[in-house]
């Protein structure tokens, strides 16, 4: 896996060994970058990624927080609890010399640190068909990670149904192989 896009592309990302991290894959990846980057997002979006914090819930290797860094994104902050994807997380961030651009939080079973700068871009990719999304932004409003007027954008499954906050507005959803990208605006 490399960066797609940005001052880092074609950089490597570290991925552990095994099945317990699936990363995003480079062309899903890429795809979703166009859409940030090229969509309408009309004025109260804006430039979703210009200067933005992101937070990368569910972060694994990172791939989506790095490429947005990569991308012109300001801060990213990480979340995983798996020990190996936090070792390649890590390592990806030191070999591309981003320490001072990022946080990382190990997450101990469900508890998550309180937010102190919300982002306004979240990526939210976890282990599909569990219901983690609509668990995640529960638990990302109520600790104050989540930025007024953000966009979430959530990976499941293909056809997997994704029920979100009635402060969360629909703007699209994308299939990729078995893979599907819906993007979400928080409207508060």
């Not at 880092?8 to 940030?36: C, H, K, M």
């Not at 569990?130 to 979430?152: D, N, T």
């Amino acid at each position: 896996m490399r960066i797609t896009g940005g001052t880092l592309r074609g950089r490597t990302i570290q991925a552990p060994e095994g099945l317990t991290t699936r990363p995003t894959s480079d062309r899903v990846r890429q795809a979703l970058f166009n859409i940030l980057l090229h969509h309408d997002w009309g004025a109260a979006l804006g430039r979703v990624l210009n200067n933005r914090v992101v937070l990368d819930a569910f972060a694994g290797t990172g791939a989506l927080g790095l490429e947005a860094l990569s991308q012109g994104a300001a801060h990213a902050v990480f979340f995983e609890k798996d020990r190996a994807a936090l070792t390649a997380l890590t390592a990806n961030i030191a070999a591309m010399k981003l320490q001072n651009s990022t946080s990382v939080f190990p997450i101990d079973g469900h508890r998550v640190a309180a937010g102190d700068k919300p982002a306004s871009l979240l990526f939210l990719d976890p282990p599909y068909h569990k219901g983690l999304i609509e668990v995640a932004v529960q638990k990302l409003s109520a600790q104050g990670w989540i930025a007024p007027h953000a966009l979430l954008v959530c990976e499941t499954a293909r056809g997997e149904a994704l029920a979100l906050p009635e402060n969360c507005a629909h703007h699209l959803s994308r299939p990729y192989g078995d893979t599907e990208v819906h993007f979400w605006a928080w409207t508060t």
